[in-house]
């Protein structure tokens, strides 16, 4: 209007004009609040109100309608096509849409988080291709608190004030007030009020308002807060005892950053209500404070009796059990430990002073007998070595249950030995003689020559001996130079335990290599020799010197060892056959 282009002129003049500027003064205060009460702006007003707006003269009716044109921005746009400009605060639900009159706008930009979007005549949404000026109308933002303090509820007010209070490092009391005022608009997004309320949650948690900072906690969506942040609101439900709504939290979003103090407390209370449940989220949740190695005494009992994992990660939670734990550590607990060693077929070395104290005390016997033939199955296949301890026991064993297993470990510990007991001797003559019988002959055996009496078919044969850890098919393949390799099948005379018997003649030398058929994979060569000795006593030896007598023609000699040979043709046949 006219009126206020020329009050603006007087202002921009009352340095020139002062006389006239103090004469019309207070009509031009007087029309400003009049063009303000109808929140009405341009340039020539916008001079007007920033004149005359001071700290002191924010108050009622200023106060109330200012917030209508604090935040006005003139927008103008020099595309003829553009018909609309959409402002879209990223706080607010709502979008605000502005229509273009001759290319301009007036619009609101009450928070420095906005984006604006432009709808041509055809209804089309453009950004970034579309230039525009924006120009701002008013400088009086700093104002907004005064306004707000002097009641008023302008959501746009409001809005901006909330902003501040989200990016301020501290916060102040006044600001919590704006937070719940502007929550209770519902007119922010669930993400932003998820912010706002955390913002509320530090300040009441430093200040320790317990009684404020738990109805923050009942507001609190936790889909709308940073998953970094979870963390800490659920160690507040935990200090102040709300154990459910902070189990709620740690099931749906793990364990983010979680104050271990709390977590403990949780568990604690919660396993003393569980303790024989299994609860998967208490053995993940026990577990991850193992790992930040926090040992507490209930929670690694818990952890030791129902973690389901690598063996080697199970006994680490048993030693810890032992260093940490006044009670001691239930049976059951230790049964699990020895079970999943035998049942992952994982290494023995380590769990000795465990298996000792479960066999002097332990219930489960069958558990017992079992680990205790596991270790008499690793030493027979050479994969560890027994002490005293365990081999006592195993001896036992193989003396009164007589159970394969342990036979065949007592045996091969017997042959380190060079003297016997008579009943160590009786027991060793009467098992290799039984186990020859039914054709299981293994390599160990060979060291009974020249102690006991052995059957022909262990001393005088040469045994080829394999390990194999599955059921498969094994053969040996004996090479030879001036035709096929004989392939010959190895027989699993125990499990696992796969040999193949030869004979050989003094001196003679074969080249040889295991197969296993169902993997392929082929064992290096080796060389398998007949005796070099001639005069050690043994059936095939006495047959070596028949074919020596008669190759040097010595008559006589070879007459006195064919007929020793007659004497023991029986044994002969049943040792040779003949392909």
Known sequence: SCKAFLYAYLVKKKNEMKREYEDYQSQMQAFALQQLKHHRL??????????????????????????????????????????????????????????????KAMIQLFTPNYQLFFVDEQGNYLAGTVAYT?????????????????????????????????????????????????????????????????????????????????????????????????????AQYIYHGMYEEAE??????????????????????????HMDEFVPEYVKWTYHLYQEHVYEENLLHYLLQYYMGPTKTLAGIYKKCEEHSENPILDSSKERLLGQVLFASASLQGYEPLYLEYYAHGNNRMLVKAFL???????????????????????????????????????????????????????????????????????????????????????????????????????????NTDREDDVLP????????????????????????????QTGFCTEDMEVCGARCGHEPGFFTEVDQMIEAKQKGNVENYEHLRKRYETQRFMAEKLFTIR
């Open 42 to 103: 341009n340039e020539s007003l916008a001079i007007l109100y920033e004149d005359w707006l001071q700290e002191d003269t924010i108050q009622g009716d200023v106060a109330k309608h200012l917030p209508y044109i604090m935040f006005n921005q003139k927008l103008t746009c020099d595309n003829p096509f553009i018909r609309q400009v959409v402002v879209v605060h990223d706080e607010m639900k709502e979008k605000i849409t502005y229509s273009l009159d001759h290319g």
């Open 490 to 517: 190895m027989r699993e005379v125990f499990p696992g335990i796969f040999t193949r018997q030869l004979i050989l003649f003094r001196d003679e030398q074969r080249t040889c290599y295991i197969e296993e058929e």
């Open 134 to 234: 924006l120009q701002k109308m008013l400088h009086l933002d700093h104002f907004a608190k005064n306004c707000w303090e002097q009641s008023s509820d302008h959501v746009h007010l409001l809005a901006h004030l909330a902003a501040i209070s989200m990016r301020g490092i501290r916060m102040e009391r006044v600001q919590t007030t704006v937070l719940h005022q502007i929550m209770k608009m519902n007119c922010f997004r669930p993400e932003v009020n998820g912010r706002l309320l955390l913002r509320l949650f530090d300040f009441y948690r430093e200040k320790q308002e317990n009684g404020l900072l738990l109805e923050v906690l009942d507001s609190l969506d936790c889909r709308y807060v940073k998953h970094d942040r979870l963390g800490e609101v659920a």
């Open 248 to 273: 709620k939290i740690l099931r749906e979003y793990g364990l983010p950053k979680m104050d271990e103090k709390a977590l403990v407390m949780l568990l604690t209370a919660g396993i003393e209500k």
């Open 373 to 479: 033939a596991s270790y008499a199955y690793e030493y027979i296949v050479d994969r560890i070595e027994l002490t005293e301890e365990i081999f006592v026991r195993i001896e036992k064993e193989a003396f009164y249950v007589q159970e394969p297993v342990m036979v065949l470990a007592t045996l091969k510990r017997y042959g380190k030995e060079g003297h016997f007991a008579k009943k160590q001797q009786e027991f060793i003559e009467r098992h290799v003689e039984e186990l020859a019988k039914d054709g299981v002959i293994l390599c160990f055996m060979k060291d009974f020559i020249g102690k006991v009496s052995i059957p022909y078919e262990v001393e005088n044969s040469i045994c080829v001996q394999y390990f194999c850890g599955r059921s498969d098919r094994i053969f040996l393949h004996i090479k």
